[in-house]
């Protein structure tokens, strides 16, 4: 676009609802050409439509950073300010009017200096429309003395309504929240109490958002809620706008509304000439949700303090090499008026870039190259660092004049077309399919741009209509919708809700359901006209009740926790009731906590408090009942220690603690005079038959060892031995007791006790004597002759009549690969897994 001073400059102030978007619309439509740049996506893509049924398709345009339509002979572009054609490359292009909407928005910390570029250097051949709020006149009048000021008057009246409960808000309202999480809640809520409710974000594709309004507009339902997105310029026919919340959060920190934002969104409510209102949520008394007097009085008379400054960035950038560019993007325009703009995001990724020298030295071409995809957008709000690498990526194909790889652009935009998934699944693959959509918009990025970009056009258009899908099946319900209209002042917020100390859930004086835990369930002796009414009325209280309980065991002490055997898997319980289960983790002793689908319920920051409070609990716990065991995977990580004791701790660590020596037979044969001192101060017995540390033989330490390898294998918790048994039948299950005991026989004989008898056998060998055995220990384990033959064949004896030869030990098999996680049990036993 020229950047011309012969045309008329003028500047249309004034609050929302004074047609200024509607006069622009007009006197581009009356010129040869021209161009307006929006803040939002969504309503350029709105003016979009609307041009196109007054001149048609052929001669319209659409420019914004995802979405490009360009007819060869198009004559009227709508742009977002960032896309406006204004660039020096662009000047070839001359339009006959230019407007700017919402130039107020450079005293925007982010995006503030565009709209300050745009206002200062966009111009049209013969005219030229600066729309804004009247706060920016000081401002006009001093850096554009020629400019001619024309302020509007609002159609109709705004008046303030004061603080409405959900339940009782006006038929036709929006309310507006500052959060998607919120933005969600409340459309719940309205989903329970009034049937249902439209839900407009600035994420939201402008074909989500159009089938989203097009219903609240069709008045399927009432209600809508919305970000402050609603503020730019979004056109409904809204009476009353009510503030969930006067705060938000900036990028930086949670802060108050201007007087100038709160005025932006209220005035969405009246339109023409009906009057509006706006007050506030009754939300239980949130911090700061309530407008004080001189905020109340401006709003209602379009009263705000004027801007003092804009932000300005200069435009004139210095491609020398990318250091020279990083100052000329920082070099102050020595006016007081137009300050120098934060750090934005294209900026802080091109610093960060930069620090690499390679980067750095980067010249002409490249370094115009590397500022060109620093513009990329971070539409998934993924923050600078994560960004900055998909960015430098992008640079290491582009810089050079090369293309990005089809491969990678393909696979990744395939990846995301997938319409499976709950609302915020689909609404983060929207997000990442806009980058890829921005991508394809750049011509010299991609071999083929036409085929790319209508790839991610249908892509971008399915994941559209899911999420529309997605938020009308979870926020509007016809039937309640009808429900409440029938019953009218009847309605539910009338009737007070209780959570008893037992978890009894009543309405009034009926009680409709028990509160168990976290779930709650609906009497089944409720009439079924008025279950859904009831258990809306009940839930909407609920919230606060389970984030008290979630709160409540986050402050518990270890003693209101117990691991226990929920339908065959490892669970954690608290007083009878699911919280979580064990589920395989990084090591034997670190399995992952999964909550319970009742926790769902919580909000996502409570629930994550909650699950790292049972994760430290597991962890205590085991560190508590299993030092042994804790102290093997120390020994066993720990680079100072022997390479021979790292490895048996290792792999005894692996399998719970206990394993068949003939599987450590490579490695305890190099084991030095040290390294088995040193096994030995972790309390390690290197047994003739098998290798063990006997504290984990206890009862408690048995229970703990079974959980963790159920857990891990997959397999349901075995059955244990009698606490303290010295033999097991052979009938008992081989899963329980090998973690103790090993088979003789007919008889499982703990692995000590086989021990002891073993090292007393070797022990009279040595002396001389002939009796190898004690009889009266043998008694007192009741282990059978079947079985006493059997163990004394494996320490190398034989019978001799009525007593027993030594006959050499059997040469072990060759030592085996440690078992897979999955046959753990089988590693104890020292059993050939399935398909070994």
């Known amino acids: 676009m020229a950047l011309r001073d012969d045309g008329i400059v003028r500047a249309i102030l004034g609050p929302t609802n004074t047609g200024k978007t509607h006069l622009a619309i007009e006197r581009m439509c009356a010129h040869s050409s021209g161009v307006i740049g929006f803040p939002l996506r969504l309503l350029a893509r709105e003016v979009y439509d609307r041009v196109v049924r007054m001149k048609g398709a052929n001669s319209v345009a659409l420019l ?23 660039r020096q490359e662009d000047e070839q292009r001359d339009f006959a009017f230019a407007a700017i909407d919402e130039a107020q928005l450079g005293i925007d910390p982010e995006r503030g200096h565009v709209f300050t570029d745009r206002m200062l250097r966009a111009r049209g051949r013969e005219e030229t429309l600066i729309l804004g709020s009247e706060s920016l006149k000081p401002l006009v009048r001093k850096l554009l003395p020629s400019a001619e000021i024309i302020t509007r ?39 329970r109490f009034k049937g249902g409710a439209a839900v407009v974000m600035g994420s939201l594709s402008p074909a989500t958002r159009n089938a989203q309004v097009a219903m609240f507009q069709r008045g399927e339902v009432d209600y809508l809620v919305a970000t402050d997105a609603i503020g730019m310029g979004l056109n409904m026919d809204v009476t009353h706008v009510a503030f969930a919340g006067l705060e938000k959060f900036d990028g930086k920190r949670d802060r108050r509304l201007t007087i100038a934002e709160m005025a932006q969104i209220a005035g969405r409510a009246g339109r023409h000439q009906k009057d509006g209102t706006f007050g506030t949520l009754g939300l239980g008394g949130e911090k700061g949700a309530a407008f004080d007097e001189a905020e109340i009085e401006a709003i209602e008379e379009h009263r705000f303090r004027p801007l003092e400054h804009l932000y300005w960035r200069n435009p004139e950038l210095d491609f020398t090499d990318v250091r020279t560019l990083i100052r000329s993007l920082e070099m102050p325009s020595g006016d007081p008026l137009l300050r120098s703009a934060p750090v934005a995001l294209d900026l802080t990724v091109l610093k960060s870039i930069a620090e690499d020298p390679a980067v750095a030295a980067q010249r002409g071409r490249q370094a115009r190259a590397l500022w060109a995809a620093c513009g990329l957008p971070d539409f998934r709000k993924v923050g600078p660092m994560h960004h900055g690498r998909m960015v430098r990526r992008i640079f290491s194909y582009v810089g ?99 959570v008893a100390a037992d978890g009894e859930v009543s309405v009034g004086p009926e009680p409709i359901g028990h509160l168990a835990g976290f779930s709650f369930t609906v009497d089944p002796a409720a009439r079924l006209a008025d279950k859904r009414l009831l258990l809306a009325a009940a839930e909407r209280r609920l919230g606060d009740e389970l984030d008290r309980r979630a709160r409540a065991l986050c402050e518990a002490g270890d003693e209101v926790f117990a691991l226990t055997v929920a339908s065959g898997s490892i669970g954690i319980m608290w007083e009878g009731h699911l919280l979580a289960r064990l589920a395989p983790g990084r090591s034997l002793m670190e399995p992952a906590v999964r909550t319970a689908r009742a926790l769902d319920r ?31 995977g120390k020994a066993a990580a720990d680079k100072s ?33 040290v390294d088995r001192h040193m096994l030995q101060r972790l309390k390690v017995r290197l047994g003739a038959l098998d290798v063990f540390v006997p504290g984990l033989l206890k009862p408690g330490a048995q229970h703990l060892r079974a959980a963790l390898m159920s857990v891990r294998s997959g ?84 019978p001799a009549g009525q007593n027993w030869r030594w006959r050499g030990r059997r040469p072990d098999r060759a030592p085996i690969a440690p078992p897979r996680p999955g046959n753990a049990f089988a590693a104890l036993a020292g059993l050939k897994p399935r398909g070994g």
């Not at 979405?67 to 742009?79: D, F, G, H, S, T």
């Not at 409570?606 to 065991?629: G, I």
């Not at 070797?762 to 002939?770: D, E, P, Q």
């Open 602 to 632: 919580l909000s996502a920051a409570r629930r994550a408090a909650l699950r790292a409070r049972l994760e430290a609990w597991v962890e205590a716990l085991l560190a508590r009942e299993l030092v042994p065991l804790k102290a093997l």
């Open 641 to 673: 220690v022997t390479p021979g004791v790292r490895a048996v701790a290792a792999m005894l660590a692996d399998a719970g603690g206990v394993m068949p020596r003939k599987l450590l037979v490579a490695a305890i044969g190099a084991l030095d005079k």
């Open 64 to 86: 914004t950073g995802e979405e490009r339509i360009v007819p060869p002979q198009a004559r009227y572009w709508l742009c977002t300010a960032e896309s406006m054609p204004v």
């Open 153 to 191: 008057p609002r159609f109709s009246t705004l008046r303030y309504a004061g603080s409405t409960k959900l339940t009782r808000l006006p038929p036709r309202s929006a309310i507006v929240a500052f959060s998607a999480e919120q933005v969600y809640g409340l459309a719940e809520m309205l989903r």
């Open 715 to 798: 397999q349901a918790m075995p059955l244990l031995p009698a606490a303290g048994a010295a033999t097991v039948q052979g009938s008992a299950d081989p899963r329980g007791a090998m973690l103790a005991y090993r088979r003789f026989g007919a008889t499982w004989l703990r692995i000590d006790l086989a021990d002891r008898i073993a090292t007393h056998a070797h022990a009279a060998r040595a002396a001389g004597k002939s009796e190898p055995i004690d009889p009266a220990l043998i008694v007192s384990l009741g282990l059978d002759a079947e079985g006493l033959r059997k163990l004394m064949a494996e320490i190398g004896f034989v």
């Open 400 to 498: 050079e004049g090369g293309h990005i790889p089809h491969e990678w652009f393909a696979a990744e935009v395939t990846r995301l077309d997938n319409v499976a998934g709950d609302i915020e699944a689909i609404a983060d693959r929207l997000a990442g399919i806009r980058s890829w959509a921005y991508i394809a918009q750049r011509a010299d990025w991609l071999k083929e741009p036409a085929k790319w970009a209508e790839r991610t056009r249908q892509v971008e258009g399915r994941l559209s209509d899911a999420l529309h899908a997605a938020l009308t099946q979870r926020f509007v319900d016809r039937r309640t919708a009808v429900l409440v209209r029938d019953i009218g002042a009847r309605g539910a917020d009338a009737l007070p809700v209780t």
